[in-house]
């Protein structure tokens, strides 16, 4: 399995240039102009909305209280794409809709949660200790506390290591199968960094990226923005991505306040409710999404335009693997995505979304008519296995992330475990959903939800593999599938997703042959 990095990875990239940018080590640099006068946020001077492209002392206020928070931003007045990317970190940590713009409810929250932190550095590089612990400050610290906010973990970035950050170590890592130790090692830095599958908030419950119902097992974006919004109405969750019991409670709580029917599926109803009244990053915010080939949408959505439209547009573009803010405004970086995206299906390649980039957009979140869902444990291989020549990037296999509301084009991910995922919910043989390795092999070894580890494999069962070794699946290096044969001895044949095509070619679902004596390690998971 290839790990892919997604959008959240450059976390640890942004913080280590914005590090070097502030402390002006960039080789070759020039001088830098001084930047304007800082002007209070809220004051009269300032526009409602401070968005990218302007230059002006209300923006050298604002880079200020964004590296008070640990962006490490140059404080030079000038709203470029770094303080951008800063503005909806920010924005995302906090749980309000991240448009990247910075309005009302924006700068109220950067006044309300006001601190000063070193500037970040990236706990690979070789300034910060092999090992970090409780009682360690500086920029080391501050990216930790950047990186654990980014998880959903409600730490002050203070580069201070104190017991709430060292909790929040304790936390990540019992959820993420490392060794409980609250101390941030090589292992542990690696899961940090290793977010190729972690779910982005910039995504709009309401739209086609997500189910119509979203329910608890299910993991991805949608699950995490669901998370941030329920924070947004008074609830205090962990946004990971993962409905498990805590988000289920929280959705019911809200159904009950909202007056809704309390059965813990967030329907539209639900969504709306959540919607209303939400406190937004920018001006106005997003405008709500309206499907692309509705009679209120135009037959060629171009740029320059803004609408619910755009909305959808937007989160479908994400869906598929791009890196937007959904915010409405068909703008630079929308054409540039709906450019790649065109390029990357092979349709014409002009910048507007006439029928057949609608077509190819929807096409990838369709969900699969077949194999009927039903059968238990007993179908588990025939489902796997009529599934063997999906190519990757192919609206089927795009459509496997639905049981888990994934949000990226199987192109832009290790999807194998959201393969499995795609398997149990089509045969109804666990209602385990995860798009991460380790958490299947950790409810297998917890015995939860209809999962045990077995030394004696059949067809069928779930097969994990730990390149590395060390027995731990974590650390990016993890690959699942499902037993297709087992010829005694040490061999056997899996069928597997987001794997190496044996005829060339791109990767897909194939049947590989394995062995438990290649030097990696290898668990097996019943079913039952």
Known sequence: MSTRPGWRVRTGVFAATAALLSAGTLLGASPAAAAPAAIKLTSSSCPDVI??????????????????HGAGLVVDGDFGANTLYA??????????????????????????????????????????PANLVQGNKGGCVTELQRLLRHFGYPVDVDGDFGPATESAVRNFQSGHGLSVDGQVGTNTKRELYNTDESPSTALDLRSASCPANIVEGQS???VATLQALLNGKGQHLDVDGQFGPLTLTAVKSFQS?????????????????????????????????????SGSCPSNIVKGQRSGCVTELQSLLNHHGADLAVDGDFGPATDSAVRDFQAEKGLSVDGQVGPNTKAALYGAVTPPSSPPPGGGYGKILDVAAAEVGTVEGSAR?????????????????????TFVSWVAKQTGASSYRNTYVSGWVKQARAGNYHLSVTTNPQPGDIVAFDWNGGNDYTG????IGIVRTVSGGSSFTTVEGNTGNPNGGSDGVYVKTRSTNSGYDVLFIRVR
């Open 397 to 417: 296999a795009n459509s496997y992330g639905s049981a888990v509301g994934l949000s990226l084009s199987t192109s832009n991910y290790a999807w194998c475990a």
């Open 220 to 222: 991805g974006g949608c």
């Open 476 to 479: 990016g290096h993890e690959h």
């Open 257 to 293: 306040s909202a007056g809704l029917s309390v059965d813990g599926e967030v329907g539209p109803n639900t969504k709306t409710a959540l919607y209303s009244n939400i406190s937004t990053g920018g001006g106005n915010g997003a405008p709500a999404p309206i499907n692309l080939n």
């Open 51 to 68: 968005q990218q492209g302007q230059t002006s002392g209300c923006v050298t206020e604002l880079q200020k209280l964004l590296n008070a």
């Open 87 to 128: 503005v909806r970190e920010y924005q995302s940590s906090v749980a309000i809709a991240v448009d990247g713009q910075v309005g009302p409810q924006t700068k109220a929250k950067l006044y309300a949660t006001g601190g000063s932190a070193p500037a970040p550095i990236n706990l690979t590089s070789s300034s910060c």
